[in-house]
């Protein structure tokens, strides 16, 4: 049974750069979930993404965008790339509705812009 | 705006211990608090979870305590292992669960 799969597993850009980052959630999942996690910090909600659809978003400027795809893979796009960018990556999926469906992260990309 | 406080950011456990872990949350729509276990280069995974409705969950060496009224939750690992050692974080939810908030974390480590 596989879990959540990110790719790249790194990747290093320049800032004005644009990056792509890919996922596959878990079989049987629908939703997927992306976060941000910083240097020493925790993960911080950048947006979730069910029936090919943004549900929620975070606190996270418009450059972050994302895509939902049938087979319920995703991904996270970033515009302008700013150092401040730099941070691990994570997707994490789950199953939509109602009731106790906790998220299952995948290992991330780790982002370094220059 | 933090809404979920934690604390400590770090911890020093002897083998045999008992590590405790602090965490507050400030926005009462919050309904899940789970808590997450991270090892280095791997993405958060988790550990055990609890409702406002009930106060403790015990799940083997881990154990949830929670305190709606002062807003504040905690995570204690009995009998502390080396491969306890470890980034946890608290994290709260609503609606579903969808959408989690994460604490800041914190560094354990067990020794021998």
């Known amino acids: 049974d596989a879990g959540v799969t990110q790719s790249p597993t790194h990747l290093i850009k320049t800032r004005g750069q644009q990056v792509t980052l890919r996922c596959s959630p878990k079989?049987?999942?629908?939703?997927v979930s992306w976060y941000q996690q910083a240097l020493g910090q925790g993960p911080q909600f950048i947006f979730q993404?069910?029936?090919?659809?943004?549900?929620q978003r975070g606190n996270f400027p418009d450059r972050f965008s994302g895509h939902q795809f049938p087979n319920y893979s995703s991904e996270l796009n970033v515009n302008a790339l700013l150092l401040g960018d730099s941070a691990l990556y994570l997707c994490?999926?789950?199953?939509?509705?109602?009731?106790?469906?906790?998220?299952?992260f995948g290992n991330g990309t780790r982002l370094t812009v220059t | 705006q933090q809404q979920v406080k934690q604390s400590p950011q770090s911890l020093i456990v002897q083998k045999g211990g008992i590590s405790i872990i602090n965490c507050a949350y400030e926005?009462?729509?919050?309904?899940?608090f789970p808590w997450y276990q991270q090892f280095p280069g791997k993405g958060p995974a988790l550990l055990i979870a609890?409702?406002?409705?009930?106060s403790e969950k015990k799940e083997g060496r881990f154990t949830i305590s929670f305190n709606k009224s002062a807003k504040q939750f905690s995570l204690h690992i009995m009998d502390s292992q080396p491969g306890d050692s470890a980034t946890y974080f608290c994290?709260?939810?609503?609606?579903?669960?969808?959408?989690?908030?994460f604490g800041t974390g914190t560094k354990l480590q067990v020794i021998p």
């Open positions: 994490a999926s789950s199953t939509y509705g109602t009731g106790e469906s906790p998220l299952h």
């Open positions: 079989s049987g999942h629908d939703t």
């Open positions: 993404y069910y029936e090919e659809e943004e549900r």
């Open positions: 926005n009462t729509a919050f309904d899940y």
């Open positions: 609890i409702r406002p409705d009930v």
């Open positions: 994290a709260a939810g609503s609606g579903g669960y969808q959408k989690v908030t």
